[in-house]
């Protein structure tokens, strides 16, 4: 019959250099809590648990588990847990990777840009807080959530400023808009403080240009005359005053009129357009139409 365990107070073949380890002081070769008995070793030395010595099978785990995690003893004896890193990527930190892309994208787009911001907020969020559990060792992923939460600012930055050019383009484009409005309404309003009387002075005035090619002077005279209109002076001269004519195109036609009808000399023809008997234009209109007599 093998000889009983003996204590084992040393080190393998009596060496005192364990690398710095402390010995194992215990009072048999089996861990604290386990005899020879406990071992698993049957008779003839058989390893099956289910054959033991006369005291029965193991009992239990010799390296006892708590909380998932495997024990090891230290040199007291006591059992210590070593921890494994969790294999799971950080839920929070995927959210705000998700949220960042989307926000992203949607920053971009006018109006929709504030449902990115909204979305940037939540990403920012679940970023923090995926970042508070990796760095704790709880969860893997930290490239993915530190992603999550940056694309989640870019979202929110991009989202400021794109509803910021908007603001000034809708700012500029809403001052324009007055200005051509009162452009456009500015006749409407001078109609209606206009008295009829002038406007009717002003399209005979337009009329006598036009077919007759009459001079400034002319047209006011045959507006106000007794035996022609009989305008009042303020309503012929506010005629005369808002004509848009060229009184030297009117002169030009009287002159070549003069010219080809009544075959008059030029001079003749300088006298007729001056003469207040006559068509009463200025010295200046008259020589125009003198100069381009032959044009």
């Given amino acids: 019959m093998p000889d009983s365990p003996q204590p084992f107070n040393g080190y393998p073949n009596n060496s005192t250099d364990n690398g710095g380890a402390a010995p194992y002081n215990g009072s048999s070769v089996y861990p604290q809590g386990m005899d020879s008995t406990q071992s698993g070793v049957g008779p003839n030395g058989s390893t099956n648990p289910s054959v033991g010595n006369s005291n029965g099978p193991i009992q239990g785990n010799p390296f006892p588990v708590m909380g998932g995690n495997p024990q090891f003893p230290d040199s007291g004896g006591n059992h210590h847990s070593v921890g494994r890193r969790s294999e799971h990527f950080s839920a929070c930190g995927v959210t705000a990777l998700v949220l960042g892309i989307v926000g992203t994208v949607l920053s971009f787009i006018p109006i929709v840009n504030n449902v990115a911001a909204v979305l940037g907020v ?4 679940f970023g923090i807080i995926g970042l508070v559990g990796v760095f704790r060792g709880k969860k893997r992923g930290k490239a993915l959530t530190i992603a999550g939460a ?5 979202a929110i930055v991009i989202t400021l400023v794109m509803q ?16 051509s409005t009162s452009q456009q ?6 109609k209606p403080n206009v008295p009829a009387e002038y406007t009717n002075a002003l399209a005979s005035a337009k009329t006598y240009s036009d077919t007759m090619h009459m001079s400034k002077q002319g047209i006011y005279d045959q507006l106000t005359s007794e035996a022609g209109d009989k305008f009042s002076a303020d309503a012929a001269q506010y005629a005369v005053d808002n004509l848009k004519t060229d009184y030297n195109a009117n002169a030009l036609a009287a002159a070549k009129s ?7 000399s ?7 357009l001056t003469a207040s008997a006559g068509d009463k234009f200025t ?5 125009y139409a003198i100069q381009h007599l032959n044009d």
């Fill in 185 to 190: 309404q500015t006749p409407q309003q001078k």
């Fill in 258 to 264: 003069y010219e080809k009808n009544m075959h008059m």
């Fill in 266 to 272: 030029p001079e003749a023809i300088r006298e007729q």
């Fill in 150 to 154: 940056v694309l989640s600012v870019v």
């Fill in 283 to 287: 010295p200046q209109e008259a020589d």
């Fill in 122 to 125: 939540i990403g920012v969020v």
């Fill in 164 to 179: 910021s050019a908007a603001g000034k383009a809708f700012d500029s484009a809403s001052k324009s808009m007055p200005s």
